[in-house]
């Protein structure tokens, strides 16, 4: 069973809708945790990272939520736009290692 | 600036053949460069670490003789994929980390489609 769970696996939304994406995990012990957007056929690109003594961080219209005691995350895109689809990965580390989700797939339609 | 390329961005080959995917950061030096690979609608997966002067440090189920790592310079790590075969075709991306910098903090490449025939 992967340590890290994202869910949905995929999501449609029209464009200027808001999301909410879900990151589940049991990596312990935990060091921080990072959400990448990965546009198709492209690399990961880092959109924030979060400690554990912080709950929210915001980059831009994305903002990113992490409980460590109930071990949730969760990224809020808001007034979504056309080029916000592309897959969404949760990355938690620990210590050397770094525990990569499986990604939810975002797609906006106009 | 922390751009990290990879060459080629897509290739196909055939079965048998060995394929070399090479790795720059462009605008730091990377004592440590990381390979991942990608099936499709899957995660990436972690296949080995290279640090700078010395040899790989693969993952379990990797095996070392099929997927020849080298990182000869601060900038530039390859990943030759030998003798490969249709099961190999996958997405390859490539990381760095900048020197003097957390092992975490890591750029990724654009990727490299490989395609096996």
């Known amino acids: 069973k992967n340590q890290v769970e994202q869910s949905p696996q995929s999501l449609i939304i029209l464009e200027g809708k808001n999301c909410t994406l879900q990151?589940?995990?049991?990596?312990?012990?935990?060091?921080?945790l990072r959400w990448y957007k990965q546009d198709t056929g492209r690399g990961p690109v880092s959109l924030t990272i979060?400690?554990?003594?912080?709950n929210t961080k915001s980059n831009g219209r994305y903002t990113a939520t992490l409980d460590a005691d109930t071990k949730q995350s969760s990224l809020h895109i808001t007034a979504s736009q056309l080029s916000d689809s592309a897959s969404y990965i949760c990355?938690?580390?620990?210590?050397?290692?770094?525990?990569f989700g499986a990604g939810t797939r975002l797609t906006v339609k106009p | 600036g922390a751009v990290v390329s990879q060459h080629p961005s897509r290739v196909i080959c055939k079965s048998g053949t060995s394929v070399k995917i090479e790795c720059r950061s462009l605008?730091?030096?990377?004592?440590?460069m990381f390979w991942y690979r990608q099936f499709p609608k899957q995660s990436l997966m972690l296949m080995a670490t290279?640090?700078?002067?010395?040899?790989?440090?693969?993952e379990q189920g990797v095996e070392k003789d099929k997927f020849l790592i080298n990182h000869a310079s601060l900038t530039l790590s390859t990943l030759t994929v030998t003798s490969a075969h249709p099961e190999d075709s996958s997405f390859y991306i490539c990381?760095?980390?900048?020197?003097?910098?957390?092992?975490?903090?890591?750029?990724f490449g654009p990727g490299t489609r490989l395609l096996v025939l």
């Open positions: 990151c589940n995990y049991t990596v312990s012990p935990f060091s921080n």
């Open positions: 990381s760095a980390s900048p020197a003097g910098g957390p092992w975490e903090t890591q750029y």
């Open positions: 605008d730091f030096q990377a004592t440590t």
């Open positions: 990355v938690v580390r620990q210590w050397h290692d770094m525990r």
């Open positions: 979060m400690t554990f003594s912080e």
């Open positions: 290279s640090n700078e002067g010395s040899k790989a440090t693969y």
